[in-house]
């Protein structure tokens, strides 16, 4: 059975930095390409940044140059690195594991950029 385990969320001012951690288990980690997704309330849920199992990366152009996604498959934990967050990065962050076949969500962390 798949689990993710999101932590890392919090209030930032704007401006500030925060570090998301996703722990995968009950999956060949590495095999699985991995996202973060973010929804705002009265939006839809949205891809921020993807890794692949061999470390292609993805992101959204809102959020190009100031995150970061990286894993470490010996830890089977995915990270999103959050620089010059920004109001409209607001929203509850979830983890995501795909494979061929399927996919599985975290239960999600809230991301509050306020003053």
């Known amino acids: 059975q798949v689990q993710l385990v999101e932590s890392g969320g919090g209030l930032v001012q704007p401006g500030g930095s925060l570090r998301l951690s996703c722990a995968a288990s009950?999956?060949?980690?590495?095999?699985?390409?991995m996202g973060w997704y973010r929804q705002a309330p009265g939006n839809q849920r949205e891809l921020v940044a993807a890794i692949t199992g061999d470390g292609d990366t993805d992101y959204a152009d809102s959020v190009k140059g100031r995150f970061t996604i990286s894993r470490d498959n010996a830890k089977n934990t995915v990270y999103l690195q959050m620089n010059d967050l920004k109001r409209e990065d607001t929203a509850v962050y979830y983890c995501?594991?795909?494979?061929?076949?399927?996919?599985?969500w975290g239960q999600g962390t809230q991301v509050t950029v306020s003053s």
């Open positions: 009950g999956i060949f980690f590495r095999l699985y390409t």
């Open positions: 995501n594991a795909r494979w061929p076949g399927g996919n599985s």
